[in-house]
């Protein structure tokens, strides 16, 4: 079974991982994936790979 992502979801399980294992920068991870910089600094410091659910807790 694959994984199930959101309509706007930028990246995957597997490059995240790689994002967070990398010692590149910033700019040179974003490049590679072509994505934000934001995005790179935020599966960065973040310790799970999970993409977390937004919203309201308490729908």
């Not at 706007?8 to 294992?21: G, K």
């Not at 994505?35 to 919203?55: E, F, H, L, M, Y």
């Amino acid at each position: 079974m694959g994984q199930v992502l959101h309509g706007s979801a930028t990246t995957t399980e597997a490059i995240r991982r790689a994002i967070q294992h990398s010692q590149a920068s910033l700019r040179a991870l974003a490049k590679r994936y072509g994505i934000n910089q934001k995005t790179v600094a935020k599966w960065k410091k973040r310790t799970s790979v999970a993409d977390v659910p937004t919203g309201p807790k308490n729908p």
